[in-house]
Structure formats: structure tokens, C-alpha cells
């Protein structure tokens, strides 16, 4: 994004405020977003970042969990919150006209909440059942075991709902540690996306957020190293074998990281026309989906394959994988197909920035992860230059088959 299609302002306690103006629009899309996350528990806080998501809902100074529930909802506006491995976010979605009331309760709870004890124990079982449904679901109970397999004995390898025992010992005391010891309010981010002014976010910045103490530490955080190959096999109560496969990968910072994006992409993106798609649903029928993922954190990242399967249709299924990637290292794509490639991931992007509220998210986790909002003719740019050889070096350099670890889920 240019200057003209964002403002940033910064208010006097380091908090910074970031709007996109846009028209014919009576929705007004806002969010908090804080540069914690799960990554910054340690071993017995594991689960407490979003149990503490859960609890900003339960009360408030001022607020108790009806009136917090109520407020935007009688208006048919939206609330909601997620907690990733490097962030807490709290956002809303309603008529711009009631900006001024989602400001208000957003800044409540994210900094007044008063986790009240009663409520604690209440959400405790909310979570505990939360954690059941994950573990009843093999498809994200495989991704959360794979991330420890890649990360192990590291906050980003942990599991962010925790785990029975620990999510079994928070109380009022430790939410507050927990967001005095981590909130720096040089890193959180109110953002914006509506058919009004940024005056008008401004001045309600300044209305609701202005008293709000400047801080500036934050503990340094833990970075992932030491990396070793891994194979695991797992006997689970469930017809289907289900198989992650990948590797750390690059950071959120990495030079090479769109041009890595791109070829994750065309090799498992959400597209019908995936590489992966086309090889294991369409040519042979083997499963029904089958995804390449790939997650940047603040050092590392992470890349993955996923699919599930027919037991006896899994070998087959791995060898096509691995056959599909050693392809992209040994030749280059024709010119028509890197063509083809770069049409659709713009495309898909140009779809994205239809969603304002994703738009909005984006714009706050940009402006903490990279200190910029990254204009998309720009990043479309970046991928017009990428070449047949570039996608092949990197092909050849990040995704070792070799050096990646393997999950399989089997039926008992």
C-alpha cells in the first residue's frame, strides 16, 4: 500500500493507529492487536495466551460478560478474538456508525479485563472441551503434533489451547503477570478499515487509548535452533491414514519469502490446479484434498504437506509427493506455466483484498512484523520478477526431502 491508501498515526505512549479509507462501504471493520502470543509462555504457562483471549470476554472494570457479549451484538455488529503462535487479536464488525462504541469495547477488554475467578473456572472447561474436539479431529490434532515434531521443547512447537494439566492451573493472578511481564504498547497496533476518515480513528484513539501507560519492555524472545530430521508413526482409533510431512522454513523477514510463498503455491495452494491436487485427487484419485502450507514466524518458518487417505493408497500417495518435488528441482517451469502460476496467485491476492476484514487484520500484523503495510502492486511486482530458475533454486535449496520430518497418523 502507498501512502494514499493507508494512514499511520502514532499516539503519545508508543501505540500505533493504522486506517484505510475506503467508499461505498456503511461496514466498519476494527481490531487490537498485540505482539504476544503463545511462543512467549513459558513451559508451565503453556495454553494461558489464549485461555487469557477467552477470559478478555468474562469482565471487565466496568463490563460484566453479558454486557460485553451484548454490546455490539444488539446492534448486528460482530465481536470476536484469536491467539497464534506471535499474536492475540481482538476485532469487531458492525455499521460504522457505532465506531465510536466497537473502540470503546475493544480497548475495554483488551487492557481492563479483570478476569474475574468464577468466570476462570467456567471458561476452564470451555477450553478443556475445546482441547477434546481438536483431539477427536485428526486433521488438527496431526498439525499440532507435527509442530512439536519440527519445534520440540520450544514455545512454537507447543500446543496453543496447553495442555490438561497446565490450562487446569491458571488462575486470576497468573493472566496478569503474564500480560504485565509481555504488553509493550510500542507493539500494539489499533487498525481500521471503513468508509470514514483517519480524524475520525484518531480522535477516537486518542478518546479511548490515550491513558493507557507507555511500556516498552518486553522479555527478549526464545529463537528456535538446532533443527533435526524426524519420523514418526502413530496407531489412532480412525479409519483414514492421515501423513504430514515438512521441515522449518524461512522467517517473516526473509528476502526470499514471496518468492517461496509463490512456489508453495503452485505446489499445494488452495487452487483445484495445484501440482499436488492435479497429481493425487485428479489424475489418481487417492484423496480428497491435499494442501502445501507455509507459516513465517519471526525466525523460522514452517513448511508442510498434509493429506489423508486410504491406508493402503499411503506409500503411493508419499511417492507422488516426494516425486512432485524432486520435478520442480530438476526442471524449470516452461514459460507459460510460470505465466499461468503468477496470473493465479495475483489473482487470489487481488480476491483477498476484497475481504476488508482480513484486510484490516493483515495491515495490524504487517505494520508489527515488518514496521509497513506492503502495497500490493508492489508485491505483484516482486512476483512479475520471479523467474522459471529462481523458483528452481529454490526448490532445490528449501524443500530437502531428504531433511524433512514425516508424521503419519495410522487406524489402530
Keep these: ?73 444488539s446492534l448486528g455488529g460482530e465481536l470476536n478474538a484469536y491467539t497464534t503462535k506471535e499474536k492475540i487479536c481482538f476485532y469487531a464488525t458492525l455499521l460504522d456508525t457505532h465506531l465510536d462504541k466497537a473502540v470503546d469495547l475493544l480497548v475495554d477488554i483488551t487492557f481492563n479485563s479483570t478476569f474475574p475467578e468464577k468466570q476462570i473456572e467456567k471458561e476452564r472447561s470451555v ?74 480513528v484518531e480522535k477516537l484513539a486518542n478518546k479511548y487509548l490515550s491513558e493507557i501507560p ?9 529463537w528456535f535452533s538446532g533443527y533435526q530430521p524426524s519420523r514418526k508413526e502413530i496407531r489412532k482409533p480412525i479409519t483414514q491414514a492421515h501423513f504430514a510431512m515438512g ?11 514471496i518468492s517461496f510463498f509463490f ?13 499436488l491436487n492435479l497429481s493425487l485427487r485428479e489424475k489418481h484419485g487417492l484423496v480428497y484434498g491435499v494442501d502445501a502450507s507455509y507459516a ?9 504437506v498434509y493429506f ?29 506455466q510460470l505465466h499461468k502460476a503468477k496470473n493465479q496467485i495475483k489473482g487470489q491476492m487481488a480476491l483477498s483484498e476484497e475481504n476488508r476484514n482480513a484486510v484490516m487484520l493483515m495491515m495490524a500484523k504487517s505494520q508489527l512484523d515488518l514496521n509497513k503495510v506492503p502495497d500490493i502492486n508492489s508485491v505483484f511486482d516482486k512476483i512479475d520478477k520471479i523467474t522459471a530458475t529462481d523458483i528452481q533454486d529454490l526448490a532445490i535449496r528449501y524443500l530437502p526431502t531428504e531433511e524433512m520430518s514425516a508424521l503419519t497418523y495410522l487406524p489402530e
Design 1 to 73: 500500500m502507498s501512502k494514499k491508501e493507508y494512514e499511520l498515526i502514532e499516539l503519545s505512549n508508543g501505540i500505533r493507529v493504522i486506517h484505510k479509507e475506503v467508499p461505498q462501504t456503511k461496514i466498519a471493520h476494527v481490531g487490537i492487536m498485540l505482539d504476544i502470543g503463545s511462543r512467549d509462555e513459558t513451559p508451565d504457562e503453556q495454553g494461558l495466551a489464549h485461555f487469557l483471549e477467552h477470559m478478555a470476554f468474562k469482565g471487565t472494570a466496568k463490563r460484566n460478560s453479558y454486557h460485553i457479549i451484548n454490546r455490539l451484538e
Design 127 to 200: 477450553i478443556l472441551e475445546e482441547m477434546s474436539m481438536y483431539r477427536d479431529t485428526p486433521e488438527d490434532a496431526i498439525q499440532d503434533e507435527f509442530d512439536e515434531q519440527l519445534f520440540p521443547n520450544h514455545s512454537l512447537g507447543k500446543n496453543i489451547l496447553g495442555t490438561e494439566e497446565t490450562v487446569n492451573s491458571f488462575h486470576q493472578g497468573d493472566f496478569r503477570s503474564f500480560l504485565d511481564r509481555n504488553l509493550n504498547t510500542e507493539k500494539i497496533i489499533l487498525s481500521s478499515v471503513g468508509n470514514y476518515s483517519a480524524k475520525k
Design 214 to 222: 507507555h511500556k516498552n519492555h518486553t522479555p527478549a524472545r526464545n
Design 247 to 257: 521441515m522449518p522454513s524461512l522467517s517473516i523477514k526473509d528476502e526470499n519469502r
Design 263 to 275: 512456489l508453495v503455491n503452485l505446489l499445494g495452494g488452495p487452487s483445484m490446479s495445484s501440482r
Design 296 to 304: 513465517p514466524y519471526l525466525e523460522t518458518g514452517q513448511f508442510a
Design 308 to 336: 489423508a487417505t486410504d491406508p493402503k493408497n499411503l506409500k503411493k500417495s508419499q511417492r507422488i509427493i516426494l516425486k512432485e518435488i524432486e520435478a520442480l528441482k530438476k526442471k524449470p517451469l516452461g514459460t507459460m
